[in-house]
């Protein structure tokens, strides 16, 4: 047995890097086909970008090249021979090395030990002068450095990618699969580092597949393209032959998507204002330091930053999730204190990142979710304190037709349903009443096309209609396409400001990087 | 073949949300206790006794005459009154363990009262006494409640310790303050005296605290899933991110909810007294509220389901005796039984979502 799993890898690792095709790739999943009938084809040195909406099959693909999944059907070659990938080890013995969309490095571990320990094999003794020796060579041959006695926890997301992407070439992987490598860096960290790996690519040491959603990226680096939806090849070629349009309704499909409402309205006055905030992360690290900032009526504020700088807590403390440590929060200039009654009197809205996690109760039903802000007065309760469940379902099913939230019944639990119509479901709760005050802390997360289309419409309506609006936001482009006034957070506090029409991108993204 | 039809349709498609999810967890509970008492047949095998003859044993000694249904009603009342001490707090996700402490500090309070109004009308005396046992057990539940939501102290283990200082503050007034130098063998304090009894329900020979307990249960379920407080519970239990940013009241709510579930548990101690021991003694640390634990568990922190499941367990608890008679087997057997049915039905909760049957295709 163990002999046969041997003769079936390559005795060595290539020392050249080679293209690779994937034929006929299905993956079902019960009924449901993931992948059907995909083929695509990665030319030696080249980078080929894997396109597609949250769902379209990416992921699935490249996990079951990777032999994380055993295909349903269809074929790997690997430079000119077919392969058998039964499992990722497999994969790395044929030179395939994958860099995920999160960090897979030991955080309290120097950047040399987590190099060496990425190793299929590890000595019982380390001789930490040679490893160290070996890796200073091997870095001399490399474009880009790192710190290798920095622990991991000290350094930036810039340099942690690059580290990622140095252990697969330190492991002598010459084709390297990236998961949206550029997600959680700035815009100059992403170039640099997307820079680096397109001159080993040009040089011929390397070919890359990458799973993106930046358009941006494509055009830059990439040299071919191929399109997924709902798990089917929806179009390929060379980047170079393509508008981002032809890409974007190869991507969408047919898909009537909402139209978001023009921007409308003046500014009117401060409506949120934000006093000098202060607040804790759960370590006790403050996360928001000292920020004050006034969003009026009618008006849009981005708070945009790489994830992790405050913005999560910021919008915890608005939330009622998190108490702040000093400072105050005033709406319509009374004193806001995150407490229901005020909620309600000053039309307080949020749409918080993962809906599931932070607004809803997953074994409740999607009625009861739909009312959980307005369940304490009538008609939802009588005489104050009983329960008019009839009126529970009366709502459920006007809040399901109106915002086209896909579920089986109303009294299906809202956990079982997808991303896009659990947000859908909050932005219903949230939304569908006068807001005054909106809190959207990345909305947008994880969902597909058509729930992102009508979410920013539903934003941008709110607005229109008068509603201060602060959103936070890790995509860029989401600022970008909504706010009217942009502010740059870095490490818990805001760096930068300015009206979005004069935004500069180059700007922003150095505060971003806090430069 | 139209019938091999319709099932094939009703165990997949068909069944409503709401039936499937019923459904699930009444058969969960029912496979854990049936697996339990099949451990437990095994057990008892050891020691050279038939399964068969000893279940049989066991139903009669439950359920199977007048005496024994009496008997196992008696002993069903402070179970019931005590799991919605472990229930009510559920609901918002809390594992309290204190029912055994509540009751305790409930039946001295009670105690304590009736002695202080001796020679008052009897109802003014069992009044006193039931709203004494229940203020008693609901603070201290209350008090967990506090040390929680604003020390952040985890609940189980500050009630799991509130039941030693409870009983240890038993024991200490018993033999000290409050005993009755009458009392030799066993340190008791006074009689709460006969005609402050609360007697027998007429016609069935159960006192009447299985009325309270069963009207406490639906007073329970009501609450919880008829108001707007136990609907705020259940948005805060499932989800305490979601209770904080709809700006639900959420210390309010935990406080409120421990008291609850401490002042059934108190009763549950008041009706010890006042029904079947007259006096407080050590006797009042029965295990009661340990049992209740289990009731409330096994009925999936259903107040309505606490019911049946207390005179299921208040049966095996009632069959104990006929065990030890007819079979040589020792009295604590029944305790072995409880406590593989507790493990099988906290194993059991890793068997939810398990069974296709019960799920409704997702969207």
Request: hydrophobic share 50%; glycine share 10%; with cysteine.
């Amino acid at each position: 047995m163990v002999e046969v799993t041997q003769l079936a890898r390559p005795p060595v690792a290539p020392d050249k890097t080679f293209g690779l095709e994937a034929i006929s790739m299905t993956k079902r999943f019960g009924d449901f086909a993931a992948l059907d009938d995909v083929s695509i084809r990665v030319a030696p040195g080249t980078i080929h970008a894997l396109l597609g909406e949250n769902g379209a099959g990416k992921s699935t693909l490249v996990k079951c090249i990777m032999g994380y999944y055993a295909p349903t059907g269809g074929q790997v070659i690997v430079g000119t021979a077919e392969r058998t990938i039964d499992n990722p080890r497999d994969a790395h013995a044929l030179g395939l090395g994958m860099v995920y969309q999160h960090f897979t490095l030991v955080p309290a571990m120097t950047v040399t030990e987590n190099l060496v320990l990425a190793r299929d094999t590890l000595p019982p003794v380390f001789d930490w002068a040679k490893e160290r020796a070996a890796l200073n060579e091997f870095l001399d041959r490399m474009p880009f450095r790192v710190p290798l006695d920095a622990k991991v926890s000290a350094i930036s997301a810039g340099e942690r990618q690059k580290c990622e992407i140095l252990k697969q070439l330190y492991l002598q992987r010459k084709f390297l699969i990236l998961d949206e490598p550029t997600s959680v860096l700035t815009p100059q960290e992403a170039d640099e580092v997307l820079g680096m790996l397109r001159g080993m690519v040009v040089a011929g040491e390397l070919t890359i597949l990458m799973i993106t959603h930046k358009f941006r990226e494509v055009l830059a680096f990439a040299d071919e393209v191929s399109i997924l939806r709902r798990g089917r090849l929806a179009g390929k070629g060379r980047v170079k032959e393509l508008t981002p349009d032809a890409m974007a309704r190869a991507m969408i499909g047919a898909e009537e998507l909402a139209q978001a409402p023009a921007r409308a309205g003046a500014f009117g006055a401060a409506r949120l204002d934000i006093q000098g905030l202060t607040a804790l992360d759960d370590a006790g690290q403050v996360a928001v330091n000292n920020v004050t900032l006034a969003v009026r009526a009618g008006e849009i504020v981005g708070i945009a930053g790489v994830s992790g700088n405050g913005q999560r807590q910021l919008v915890e403390v608005l939330a009622g999730q998190r108490d702040s440590e000093a400072g105050a929060v005033a709406i319509a200039g009374q004193a806001y204190r995150a407490r229901r009654e005020e909620m309600r009197l000053r039309k307080f809205s949020l749409l918080p990142e993962e809906p599931l996690r932070n607004a809803c109760v997953a074994r409740m039903s999607v009625a009861e979710n739909l009312v959980f802000r307005k369940f304490d007065e009538a008609p939802f309760a009588g005489a104050g304190f009983w329960l008019n469940r009839g009126q529970f379902r009366d709502e459920a099913t006007r809040k399901i037709a109106r915002y086209g939230i896909k579920t089986r019944s109303a009294d299906t639990k809202i956990g079982e349903l997808s991303g896009g119509n659990v947000q859908r479901a909050v932005l219903a709760r949230e939304l569908s009443e006068g807001v005054e005050v909106l809190i959207a802390a990345d909305p947008c997360f994880g969902l597909d096309f058509a729930a992102v289309a009508q979410i920013r419409a539903e934003i941008m309506d709110a607005r229109n209609k008068g509603a201060a609006v602060l959103l936070v936001s890790s995509d860029l482009d989401e600022i970008l396409e909504l706010a009217d006034r942009i502010v740059v957070m870095f490490h818990g506090a805001l760096v930068y400001e300015a009206p979005a029409a004069q935004a500069d991108l180059t700007a922003i993204g150095r505060h971003m990087a806090g430069h | 073949m139209t019938f091999a039809v319709t099932s094939k349709a009703i165990g997949g498609r068909l069944i409503g949300d709401r039936f499937a999810s019923t459904a699930e967890v009444v058969v969960i509970p029912v496979i854990a206790v049936i697996a339990a008492l099949i451990a437990f047949g095994g057990f008892v095998g050891l020691f050279g006794v038939n399964p068969v003859e000893l279940y049989t044993d066991m139903y009669m000694g439950a359920f199977g005459t007048f005496f024994s249904w009496q008997n196992t009603l008696t002993r069903a009342a402070p179970l019931i009154l005590t799991a919605l001490c472990t229930a009510l707090p559920a609901q918002l996700g809390m594992v309290v363990i204190g029912g055994e402490g509540a009751l305790v500090m409930g039946g001295l309070c009670a105690t304590a009262a009736g002695l202080a109004l001796l020679g008052a009308p009897p109802v003014v005396v069992q009044l006193a006494m039931a709203v004494a046992g229940m203020a008693a057990g609901g603070f201290w539940i209350a008090f967990a409640g506090a040390l929680r939501h604003y020390r952040g102290v985890n609940e189980t283990i500050s009630t799991l310790l509130l039941n030693y200082i409870a009983i240890a503050i038993l024991n200490h007034l018993v033999e000290g303050a409050m005993r009755d130098p009458a009392s030799l063998n066993k340190p008791s304090t006074h009689s709460i005296g006969d005609q402050n009894m609360i007697g027998l329900i007429p016609g069935l020979g159960v006192h009447w605290g299985i009325l309270f307990g069963v009207v406490a249960a639906l007073i329970a379920y009501i609450l919880v899933f008829h108001t707007v407080f136990g609907f705020s519970a259940r948005i805060a239990g499932g989800n305490l991110r979601a209770a904080r940013v709809v700006g639900l009241p959420v210390g309010k709510l935990i406080l409120t909810m421990c008291f609850l579930g401490g002042c059934s548990a108190g009763l549950a101690g008041m009706v010890e007294i006042a029904a079947v021991q007259e006096r407080a003694n050590a006797n009042l640390a029965a295990g009661y509220g340990y049992t209740g634990i289990l009731v409330a568990f096994l009925a999936r922190q259903n107040p309505l389901a606490c019911i049946p499941v207390a005179i299921l367990l208040g049966g095996i608890g009632a069959s104990g005796g006929l065990l030890q008679r007819r079979l040589d087997l020792p009295d604590a057997s029944v305790l072995v039984l409880q406590g593989i049915i507790f493990i099988a039905v906290l194993a059991s909760d890793t068997l939810y979502g398990r069974f296709k049957i019960f799920q409704s295709k997702a969207v």
